[in-house]
């Protein structure tokens, strides 16, 4: 019978594969290429501009540079990491996938990123354009 991998082996594959990249590169040695659509259209960084060499500031130890690129990379990172070790503890506590599920504040908490990206973007455009 073949295995087939729960969405937390994906998300966890997923993670890894950032942090890795992250470990790789320093935010120096990444293509200075702009791949934001938003940024290209309008000139301002949109509010996940600099997410990636933040990640790779994070990686190498250098908080302050990762602090300048996009402060929300410290949110990202984190999250990262919780799901790069959610497959293990699950495995490990069987019964904390019933209780996570449980939690009320969970259930808010891809909006309440989302809304913070979303404020943070337009912060960051008030404050380029005055």
């Not at 729960?6 to 992250?22: E, K, P, Q, Y």
């Not at 060499?53 to 540079?65: D, K, M, P, V, Y």
Request: one cysteine or more.
């Amino acid at each position: 019978m073949l295995y087939k991998p729960s969405g937390r082996v994906w998300g966890a594959l997923a993670a890894l594969a950032v942090i890795s990249g992250s470990l790789f590169f320093t935010p120096a040695t990444l293509p200075k290429t702009d791949f934001c659509l938003f940024h290209k259209l309008t000139g301002l960084p949109c509010s996940g501009c600099g997410i990636t060499r933040s990640l790779c500031a994070i990686s190498h130890g250098q908080f302050s540079e990762a602090w300048a690129f996009n402060p929300l990379g410290f949110l990202v990172y984190a999250v990262m990491i919780v799901l790069l070790l959610y497959p293990a503890a699950a495995w490990k506590f069987p019964s904390m996938d019933r209780e996570i599920l449980q939690w009320r504040a969970l259930h808010a908490l891809p909006m309440c990123i989302a809304a913070l990206f979303f404020l943070f973007g337009l912060w960051r455009i008030y404050v380029l354009s005055n």
